[in-house]
């Protein structure tokens, strides 16, 4: 064979193995990519088919022992109280540390087409029943508005709402945005146990397409489109009623008294000038006494409430003797709903009736964070 073709020879195969290398790398990465979608989708199917309060510890238990390998935390599993938490990753967070001491072959498995993805979910159980469950798909992608690597993050699940809206009182949806090193853009929605079961179903889609898509998603609507598209109408609705007095119904007392930590009774008992606010001539502090406990406390913190104070403006023309429902989480501040539409709720029959209502249901999760 003449030198020549020797040379060209050993060249090709010198070339040809790297690719073939990086080929079997980049297939293998796909194969890894559809089977964490697959597992998502499977794990996601569990989950919805479990119903809030209707759902047994054994129905738990079943989805619990498919996934008995991906459990990441549980506490002592009996009926009367089961939580477990279950995480799917793939190959980059099975070995993250490594590819953290290795930076250099993170960026080569990234070029290749690995993007980074966890999946965690839970379940919760009190007295026999399912109370709670949820799940949050992390996915690593890059924005082209911000020109870095970004977190799309969907959190899909039960428990206590921050706050409670007028257009849904059963459950709250909303963006958020945190930067902790990483850009990180997500939506959520969290929902009570009482929550329609339609509702929940609807908000429980999750879309894993971007776990396998040849160009990354770029928005947390393509992860949780539903919850994302209740969050943009929800923007329309607050700006179509801007202009429209807003009421405080019997349902969102009835979810403000279950969801917060004491409900009671107060008497105002003081009202003093204040200091002057934007468009009122004067405003008023006004002191309340809390007497009569709705919903009986066992935080401290909460126990030894005994007075709570806010400004206001004079026209609202309240009076000593006058009687109030108020719901606390925190000492600080009422629990309310997001327009405050029922701040300093009046003890009518009414309203007295449906808070009543609210804490004979309150068997619901108040664990806080996922």
């Not at 089961?82 to 930076?103: K, L, M």
């Not at 606010?277 to 009569?292: F, I, M, Q, T, Y």
Request: glycine residues 6%; hydrophobic residues 40%; proline residues 5%.
């Amino acid at each position: 064979m003449p030198p020549t073709r020797k040379i060209l020879k050993v060249i090709a195969w010198v070339t040809a193995g790297p690719c073939v290398i990086m080929f079997i790398a980049a297939g293998a990465i796909r194969v890894d990519e559809y089977l964490l979608r697959r597992n998502a989708e499977h794990f996601l199917a569990d989950l919805r088919s479990l119903e809030m309060r209707k759902s047994t510890y054994n129905d738990a238990r079943l989805v619990i022992s498919r996934w008995q390998d991906n459990i990441h935390a549980q506490s002592p599993c009996q009926p009367n109280r089961c939580n477990v938490e279950i995480g799917i990753g793939d190959f980059y967070d099975h070995h993250w540390t490594f590819f953290s001491r290795h930076p250099q072959l993170q960026q080569i498995w990234r070029v290749l087409g690995g993007r980074p993805a966890m999946i965690y979910g839970y379940i919760r159980v009190q007295n026999g029943i399912v109370w709670g469950k949820g799940i949050r798909a992390i996915i690593l992608s890059y924005s082209a508005e911000h020109q870095e690597g970004v977190e799309l993050v969907g959190r899909i699940g039960s428990g206590p709402p921050g706050y409670i809206s007028l257009l849904h009182p059963e459950y709250a949806v909303g963006p958020g945005h945190v930067t902790t090193g990483a850009f990180t853009i997500g939506a959520y929605a969290e929902f009570t146990p009482y929550a329609d079961p339609a509702d929940v179903e609807r908000l429980m889609d999750i879309k894993f397409s971007c776990l396998t898509r040849w160009q990354s998603c770029q928005t947390v609507a393509d992860i949780v489109p539903a919850a994302w598209n209740e969050i943009t109408a929800d923007k329309e609705k607050k700006a179509a009623r801007n202009s429209v007095k807003l009421t405080c119904s019997s349902t969102v007392v009835r979810v403000l008294a279950r969801e917060s930590r004491r409900a009671v009774i107060g008497e105002v008992s003081a009202i003093w000038p204040g200091f002057k606010l934007h468009g009122d001539p004067e405003s008023a502090e006004v002191k309340v006494r809390l007497k009569d406990d709705l919903k009986p406390c066992s935080f401290d913190f909460l126990v030894k409430l005994r007075d709570y104070s806010f400004s206001e403006s004079l026209s609202v023309k309240r009076k000593l003797g006058d009687r109030y429902i108020l719901f606390f989480r925190y000492p600080d501040s009422l629990y309310s709903d997001k327009d405050r539409a029922c701040d300093l709720l009046p003890a009518t029959k009414e309203n007295m009736e449906a808070a009543r209502r609210g804490v004979a249901e309150d068997l619901a999760d108040h664990s806080d964070g996922f």
